[in-house]
T-cell receptor
Framework: DTGVSQDPRHKITKRGQNVTFRCDPI?????LYWYRQTLGQGPEFLTY????????KSRLLSDRFSAERPKGSFSTLEIQRTEQGDSAMYLC???????????FGEGSRLTVL | AQSVTQLGSHVSVSEGALVLLRCNYS??????LFWYVQYPNQGLQLLLK??????LVKGINGFEAEFKKSETSFHLTKPSAHMSDAAEYFC????????????FGTGTRLKVLA
């Protein structure tokens, strides 16, 4: 069990560019979550997958954000036409069915210049 | 709807002193409750959780928390602070079924003074 891994750990981009983050959950976990954390705040829920199905999306997830989880394994979070307000830490978490406990990755920090 | 309030965004204690971090929650149904710790530039690590059963929950690194339904509280305590406890602490609530989506508080940064 190698835990939840996220890539890249840090990304600096210019406003208007597209970025993509990848999350590899713990292998036997069928539930996957994306959260966003800004400075001085707690993580905010973005979206949730059960296997390959995206079952819930926060209203924080604007049309510029899209997440996928093909084949119910790894997940990607893409942000199109980045804005400075997108600068944050993007956290991925996974859990097994019914466990209630989320296991978090170390996050991908995005800086939009 | 569920929500979490953490009183005190910054708490300072002396090494060896009692640590008390406060968390109050709002939930229309019995929730699951969690405390996580976050060190700089790292993800969140679970300290302890309350699901069902005993209301006094013991976690890692000597931390414990007590679920008090009548007070809708889940305060985190540690009898004796250590320098390595300096970090940010987050309280979270989740439903007991469905998505298990966590709602986090805004966090409390703990500073331990030598």
């Amino acid at each position: 069990d190698t835990g939840v891994s996220q890539d890249p750990r840090h990304k600096i981009t210019k406003r208007g560019q597209n970025v993509t983050f990848r999350c590899d959950p713990i292998s036997e976990h069928n539930r996957l979550y994306w959260y966003r954390q800004t400075l001085g705040q707690g993580p905010e829920f973005l979206t949730y997958f059960q296997n390959e199905a995206q079952l819930e999306k926060s209203r924080l997830l604007s049309d510029r954000f899209s997440a996928e989880r093909p084949k119910g394994s790894f997940s990607t979070l893409e942000i199109q036409r980045t804005e400075q307000g997108d600068s944050a830490m993007y956290l991925c978490a996974s859990s097994s069915q019914g466990a209630g406990e989320l296991f978090f990755g170390e996050g991908s920090r995005l800086t939009v210049l | 709807a569920q929500s979490v309030t953490q009183l005190g965004s910054h708490v300072s204690v002396s090494e060896g002193a009692l640590v008390l971090l406060r968390c109050n929650y709002s939930s229309s149904v019995p929730p699951y409750l969690f405390w996580y710790v976050q060190y700089p530039n790292q993800g969140l690590q679970l300290l302890l959780k309350y699901t069902t059963g005993a209301t006094l929950v013991k976690g890692i690194n000597g931390f414990e928390a007590e679920f008090k339904k009548s007070e809708t509280s889940f305060h985190l305590t540690k009898p004796s602070a250590h320098m390595s406890d300096a970090a940010e602490y987050f309280c979270a609530v989740s439903p007991t079924s469905g998505t298990y989506k966590y709602i986090f508080g805004t966090g409390t940064r703990l500073k331990v003074l030598a």
